[in-house]
């Protein structure tokens, strides 16, 4: 059974959206801009006659086959994966395409319109508003501070501390430094050979 471009392109039309189908190669491509301004190409792709679903972005972060801080990049596209639901991140070594792709199979089962509304808005909602600009910023410094939301959380729990308990903040800070240094052992000065 499976699922038709036509039926995708039925999904699409609710959405205003401009697209075109590309039925030789199974797939209809979308054109949007997030939020950010950014363009954003998503490939909708139909395998197998129909039977796997596959909704991506691809080239959605240029430069990292020889960036200086690819290893940051990719560890933090490996997290954002860990921390979403369904999005995947998939690089190509040979020419450094980056993707952000949700797939699976759908085999005998139709792709309904809930199905796939769920997947189109959260890949441009979490690629778009979210992970690219936090890739940019791991480009640009090599850091990646995690979820902007629970970076904000932990500013304003750090405020309120300050706050309500003056003192406080040194003394947790002082506790962080020594619970780091607990449990490391000196270096050796030298080393003593002992007999066997």
Known sequence: ??????????????????????????????????????????????????????????????????????????????SISWETKMLQW???????????????????????EEQFIRCFDGLVEIVGSWALPRLHEVMRTGVDLGDPDDLMMGEQLLLTIQEESPGMLALLERAMEARKHRGQFPKPVHQVDLPH
Request: hydrophobic share 40%.
């Open 1 to 78: 059974m499976g699922t038709t471009l036509d039926q995708i392109s039925t999904y699409l039309d609710p959405l205003d959206l401009t697209y075109q189908i590309q039925p030789e190669n199974a797939r209809i491509l979308v054109r949007l801009t997030t939020e950010h301004d950014e363009p954003l190409l998503v490939v909708i792709q139909l395998d197998e006659g129909g039977r796997f679903f596959k909704l991506f972005a691809p080239e959605v972060l240029a430069g990292v086959k020889d960036h200086h801080h690819k290893t940051a990049i990719l560890q933090t596209m490996l």
């Open 90 to 112: 998939e690089y190509d070594p040979a020419d450094g395409e980056i993707r952000a792709i949700i797939e699976f199979p759908l085999e005998d089962s139709t792709l309904t």
